[in-house]
């Protein structure tokens, strides 16, 4: 073999590795290409369930401040309807205590200022 039979066989054998790196980057072209498409419609997947949970998570703090809304209506109409009344009742009873008491004398007063003349 000759110097120049083994430069050609040298050419030959690194043209056929260009070729058969060239066959193999083209399938990693493609390949790669498939992934970003399955990568995309999964992400499309998923922001739309993602999309799907916010708009659930919104209904359900709309729902949750409508029924603090009502709560708050609901303490309002109870405090209306029960306590004030009956903090006014215990107000007029206590008025009418302390009326009495007045006008007539206090029992306990009587009491303590017996003990004092003593």
């Given at each position: 073999?000759?110097?120049?039979?083994?430069?050609?066989?040298?050419?030959?054998?690194?043209?056929?590795?260009?070729?058969?790196?060239?066959?193999?980057?083209t399938?990693?072209?493609?390949q790669v290409?498939?992934?970003?498409g399955?990568?995309?419609?999964?992400?499309e997947?998923?922001?739309?369930?993602?999309?799907?949970?916010?708009g659930?998570v919104?209904?359900?703090?709309?729902?949750?401040?409508?029924?603090?809304?009502?709560?708050?209506?609901t303490?309002?109409?109870?405090?209306?309807?029960?306590?004030?009344?009956?903090?006014?009742?215990?107000?007029?009873?206590?008025?009418a205590?302390?009326?009495?008491?007045?006008?007539?004398g206090?029992p306990?007063?009587?009491?303590?200022?017996n003990?004092?003349?003593?």
């Open positions: 073999m000759t110097l120049e039979t083994v430069r050609d066989l040298a050419i030959v054998f690194m043209a056929l590795v260009m070729i058969v790196v060239g066959i193999g980057v399938v990693l072209i493609v290409w498939k992934l970003v399955i990568a995309r419609k999964k992400f997947t998923l922001t739309d369930g993602a999309n799907d949970i916010l659930s919104k209904d359900t703090a709309q729902t949750a401040a409508k029924t603090a809304k009502t709560a708050a209506g303490a309002e109409f109870v405090a209306d309807r029960t306590a004030v009344p009956v903090i006014e009742i215990y107000s007029a009873v206590s008025g205590k302390r009326f009495a008491e007045a006008a007539f206090s306990r007063r009587r009491s303590n200022g003990s004092a003349d003593d």
